[in-house]
C-alpha cells in the first residue's frame, strides 16, 4: 500500500494543486512536536524535489523555532473527496522573511497575503504515499476570509506589534528569528 519516491511526479504534483489544506509538522531536539493545518492559496510545488510555502502571521510560530533547532519539515496532503490517498513530503526548508533578496521571488508566487511572514522553500528528498482508507470524505465549502480580514483592522504596524508580542518565542520558549 505505502509507496516511497524519490520525487514529486507530475502526477503527484497534480494531486497537491488540488488539495484545499495540508499539514505542517516540525520539532525541535526537545519540546512539542507541532503539526499545522494550512490553506488559502499558499503552496507550489516548483520543481520535482521543490515546494514552497507562503506562512501568515498566526497564533504562534513553532514552525520557524523548530527550524533552528532542527531542520527539517513534513508536508503531509489528504484525499477528503474521490480516490482516497495520502501523501507525505519529507525534506528540509530554508525561511525566507520579507527582509530578504529571495522575498519578492517567492513570495511573488502567490497571492497578496497581508501579514505574511515567511515562505519556506522546501528540499524534498523522500516522497511516501499510503492509501488513505481511514480519511473521511469531506465537502469543501469554501476558504474562510477571516485572517484578510483580521489583518487588515491590525494594519502593518498593528501586525509587527502583534509579531514581536506573539511570533518571537516558540510556546517551548525557543527563539524563532522572526524579524518583525
Not at 495540508?22 to 503552496?43: C, E, Y
Not at 490517498?85 to 521571488?105: F, K, M, N, S
Not at 469531506?138 to 502593518?156: C, T, Y
Request: aromatic fraction near 10%; charged fraction near 20%.
Amino acid at each position: 500500500m505505502a509507496q516511497q519516491y524519490d520525487r514529486i511526479s507530475d502526477r503527484l504534483a497534480e494531486f497537491i494543486a488540488a488539495q484545499h489544506v495540508f499539514f505542517v509538522g516540525t520539532a525541535a531536539r526537545d519540546g512539542r512536536v507541532n503539526v499545522s493545518p494550512k490553506g488559502l492559496d499558499s503552496l507550489r510545488v516548483v520543481g520535482p524535489n521543490r515546494v514552497v510555502w507562503l506562512n501568515g502571521t498566526g497564533s504562534g510560530n513553532e514552525t520557524a523555532a523548530h527550524l533552528r533547532e532542527v531542520n527539517r519539515m513534513t508536508l503531509m496532503f489528504c484525499s477528503f473527496e474521490r480516490q482516497p490517498l495520502i501523501l507525505r513530503l519529507y525534506g528540509t526548508a530554508t525561511e525566507v522573511q520579507p527582509d530578504e533578496p529571495a522575498w519578492h521571488e517567492l513570495s511573488g508566487l502567490f497571492p497578496p497575503m497581508l501579514g505574511a511572514r515567511q515562505v519556506y522553500d522546501v528540499a524534498v528528498d523522500l516522497v511516501q504515499t499510503s492509501c488513505g482508507y481511514g480519511v473521511p470524505f469531506l465537502e469543501f465549502a469554501g476558504e474562510r476570509l477571516l485572517m484578510a480580514s483580521w489583518a487588515e483592522k491590525k494594519g502593518p504596524d498593528g501586525l509587527l506589534d502583534y509579531q514581536r508580542e506573539k511570533n518571537a518565542v516558540s510556546i517551548d520558549g525557543f527563539p524563532t528569528g522572526l524579524r518583525a
